[in-house]
């Protein structure tokens, strides 16, 4: 079993980049986070949704609640309020998606202590399987060419 010290070792290595040149440690950027975030949400396409039916089901929401829209796959149901939607559509605009998405990753960051454990909150993914994804997107972006 690992200790609490090796963990956090390579949670902060999985974060943080290394420079070879000065050996100083550098976060990835929100843009390099958002942008590993849209690969794995919607490949970069603003217009693609995705039913939830679960959702529907779940909050007994009306259906157009229950999709993922746009660029961050941002679920109009859970967050209409924080972002001031009034209507699902809305979503489909590049701006307005990213600056939604950046906000519930904000917040998710806020209530996590990593970017992995943030990014499981993002997705509502507990496994790790989806921050796996978006790290690995993030390694593409972020390490020198």
Not at 26 to 34: N, Q
Not at 85 to 106: F, M, T
Request: proline share 4%; aromatic share 8%; with cysteine.
């Amino acid at each position: 079993m690992r200790s609490i010290i090796e963990i956090t070792a390579v949670l902060f290595l999985m974060v943080g980049r290394i420079s070879a040149e000065n050996k100083k440690t550098t976060a990835p950027s929100l843009s390099d986070i958002m942008l590993a975030l849209i690969k794995v949400e919607s490949s970069g396409n603003p217009t693609a949704r995705r039913f939830e039916p679960h959702l529907v089901k779940r909050y007994g929401w009306p259906k157009s609640w229950g999709y993922s829209y746009g660029l961050t796959q941002v679920v109009y149901g859970f967050h209409r309020k924080r972002c001031g939607l009034k209507s699902p559509d809305e979503l489909y605009d590049a701006k307005i998606n990213i600056k939604c998405g950046a906000r519930i990753l904000k917040d998710c960051q806020e209530k996590n202590d990593s970017l992995v454990a943030a990014l499981g909150c993002y997705n509502g993914d507990k496994s790790g399987k989806y921050a796996r994804k978006v790290m690995a997107h993030l390694d593409r972006i972020s390490l020198p060419k």
